[in-house]
């Protein structure tokens, strides 16, 4: 892939470049810190990873952090694993994020919109009111500082509440989306033995409703950890037996009192898509996440109070936590419960229309859907508002940034941003003073030593290489549950680069100092030693009207050889035929290299995902390779464990 010169999609212009937060960041922390006041955004990069400690503590006096205990050092330790932030230094996470309610009382700090996609408010004076009576009811429910609240919950003020209650009591909260299964539940909740579960009676997606009694009759017979139950009629259903009522806890006007814990206690604990074994629960701190997610949507994103933050996501993908981090910034969030492509394909950007959302957050495979369906934005909604189209959960194709850019509004800020449940937050993407280029994110975030390395531990510019981070975050995992030597967390990102986190993508740091993501380091196709990211031939590939979705797999064979089947899941009526098989080579001989042309094209009847979306290539990888499907993948993990059978029996008929 050439990165020489090319000419950008977009550009800011000056005015938009002079009111950036990030840009008044770096002249306050020039004046303030020593930072460089000449050399816009790479200076200030540059600044950031070198004098890491003047950073964040610029970053916490720039955003009036308020330490209840002052703190000793910033960093008192810099080595990975294990990096101590800011110790000596207490805070509460809830008490930073309701903060605008006592300027902007009576404005909406969320705005709930469902299937009917029509918004409704809950002003910050009103979610400070819920949160102050549900933490004073968890208190007399017996939860303390470090006790777990798990949420069985959809993307609705309910759930946000409970998160902020929780962390005012020094709870840890842990969520799960109703669409997962019991298994895959009680594989996430089990491990980290809530007091409390949250949960509703159904939900509603796709024009029905969905009743989820019996799974959370099943959860509280398999959570013996639990103290209490608490129901929310989502469908308008009685409580079951033993059960508390939402409205009742969160009836009383009570004042929030927040519980004043250490920087590094524990905030929340994410669970990875847990591909094998069981999913890793990887517990964030309440100081870190302050800090980084401040950074990150403050400075990279540049919310502010005059903004509103529209992410499509489900409370069991990092998103969502990132989404609720709006608050800390003044911002209106717009939480959307219902399915991304109802009542039509356009859905999402009607809810961007109604909720004049100012920032919209999606998945690449959002957009490459909408552009496939034929789907006009511009001309179907009132998308004056939006001034920056984010994209996540895959790299953004290069046709993806086109298509935002034609069909959406040419002065459109298009943010491909990659980063990790690992560490909620982004490693590399969204900048509102650089220029876009087609298919590259914008650059590192700040205070993120981002690096391409060879298997040696060299750093490469242009090639393609792992990506490593050579300094701590704050978000950083402060460890894993029920990993009491450590050991999973070290294996899951140090095996590779003692003391270096690598994080398992194949990027290429551009000579101009943008990213690009090419797909997951472990299942990346290497032929003849030339390396590509499965994402490159996915875009290709699936602009071919006739495929809806593909999966390409490289397997070392025993023999030293190499086979690269290329799965392809046909659009309804298509016909894998010859003239299709020669346009799918010839499209990545052209397009991509004649080295990557797949030994076999198969026609499969789906393409197998995580529960947040992402095709499994690791998993397909290892059964093609023999490995039994229990020992391949965690079940509990797959949306749909069927498809998996398919790729089984093949391996059993090429053995």
Known sequence: MSTVNPQPLWQPDPQRIAQAQ?????AWAAENHGAPAEGGYAALHRWSVDELDTFWEAVTEWFDVRFSTPYARVLADRSMPGAQWFPGATLNYAKHALRAATTRADEPALLHVDESHEPRPVTWSELRRQVGSLAAELRSLGVRPGDRVSGYLPNIPQAVVALLATAAVGGVWTSCAPDFGARSVLDRFQQVEPVVLFTVDGYRYGGKEHDRRDVVAELRRELPSLRAVVHIPLLGTEATEGALEWSAL???????????????HPLWVLYSSGTTGLPKAIVQSQGGILVEHLKQLGLHCDLGPEDRFFWYTSTGW?????????LLTGTTIVLYDGSPGYPDTGAQWRIADRTEATLYGTSAAYVMACRKAGVRPARDFDLS????VATTGSPLPPDGFRWLHDEVRDDLWIASVSGGTDVCSCFAGAVPTLPVYVGELQAPSLGTDLQSWDPSGE???DEVGELVVTNPMPSMPIYFWNDPDGSRYHDSYFDTYPGVWRHGDWITATSRGSVIIHGRSDSTLNRQGVRMGSADIYEAVERLPEIKESLVIGIEQPDGAYWMPLFVHLVPGAVLDEPLLNRIKQTIREQL???????EIIEVPGVPHTLTGKRIEVPVKRLLQGTPLEKAVNPGSIDNLDLLHFYEELARKRA
Request: hydrophobic share 40%; aromatic share 12%.
């Open 22 to 26: 990030v840009t008044k960041f770096q």
């Open 250 to 264: 969160t009836a009383a006007d009570e004042e929030p009192v927040f519980e004043q814990v250490p920087f590094d």
């Open 318 to 326: 990092m998103m969502w936590n990132f989404l609720v981090s709006g």
């Open 385 to 388: 508002t939006v001034q920056c």
């Open 459 to 461: 750093p490469l510019i």
């Open 593 to 599: 290299s004649p080295r990557h042309v797949p030994d």
